[in-house]
T-cell receptor, first 113, second 112 residues
Framework: GAGVSQSPSNKVTEKGKDVELRCDPI?????LYWYRQRLGQGLEFLIY????????KSGLPSDRFSAERTGESVSTLTIQRTQQEDSAVYLC???????????FGPGTRLLVL | AQSVTQLGSHVSVSEGALVLLRCNYS??????LFWYVQYPNQGLQLLLK??????LVKGINGFEAEFKKSETSFHLTKPSAHMSDAAEYFC??????????FGTGTRLQVFP
């Protein structure tokens, strides 16, 4: 079966514009995670979806960041009014459920000019 | 709260030499511990994980890690490095939550 896929693979945008990043999890995986990887740093947790439960948004850095998930499928991470410090690789992961192994997608490399 | 410290942002070894990548963790509850590898332009791949069973965990590609509670460590080792092991390695901890807390990563270089 296919792994986690993300699109676009690369995105260049101008400061102040909104961007949408997409994640397609592995089929049947109920849990979905977003992480951010800044240059030279480790991954930072952003948000977590598990089934129909309220998402854990504790890692979102500001109210410019939001994410949605349709059922147990696709998720979209939206960054409004992008800033240069938003430049990073945004990684999505999915797992079969709570406390299960997370499988990562290839990431979306975002560059804000 | 949980945290992870990876000592050494860069490690260089010769092909055939021992690989040792260090990871220390902090957790107020029994942790789950992970090592992930990231090859250039690829996503993270799970190498191995510790989930409170055997303290010596064997992973893919000949890697293993030992959980030492007394030292709060989970160092990654491989007896003999291959050129194909060159990548970035991340240690992560999870405890009572589903989100992973990652270290800053260690870039492994392997010289012929």
């Amino acid at each position: 079966g296919a792994g986690v896929s993300q699109s676009p693979s690369n995105k260049v945008t101008e400061k102040g514009k909104d961007v949408e990043l997409r994640c397609d999890p592995i089929s049947g995986h109920t849990a979905l995670y977003w992480y951010r990887q800044r240059l030279g740093q480790g991954l930072e947790f952003l948000i977590y979806f598990q089934g129909n439960s309220a998402p854990d948004k504790s890692g979102l850095p500001s109210d410019r960041f939001s994410a949605e998930r349709t059922g147990e499928s696709v998720s979209t991470l939206t960054i409004q009014r992008t800033q240069q410090e938003d430049s990073a690789v945004y990684l999505c992961a999915s797992s079969k459920g709570s406390q299960e192994t997370q499988y990562f997608g290839p990431g979306t490399r975002l560059l804000v000019l | 709260a949980q945290s992870v410290t990876q000592l050494g942002s860069h490690v260089s070894v010769s092909e055939g030499a021992l690989v040792l990548l260090r990871c220390n963790y902090s957790s107020s509850v029994p942790p789950y511990l992970f090592w992930y590898v990231q090859y250039p332009n690829q996503g993270l791949q799970l190498l191995l994980k510790y989930t409170s069973a055997a303290t010596l965990v064997k992973g893919i590609n000949g890697f293993e890690a030992e959980f030492k509670k007394s030292e709060t460590s989970f160092h990654l080792t491989k007896p003999s490095a291959h050129m194909s092991d060159a990548a970035e390695y991340f240690c992560a901890v999870s405890a009572n939550t589903d989100k992973l807390i990652f270290g800053t990563g260690t870039r492994l270089q392997v010289f012929p």
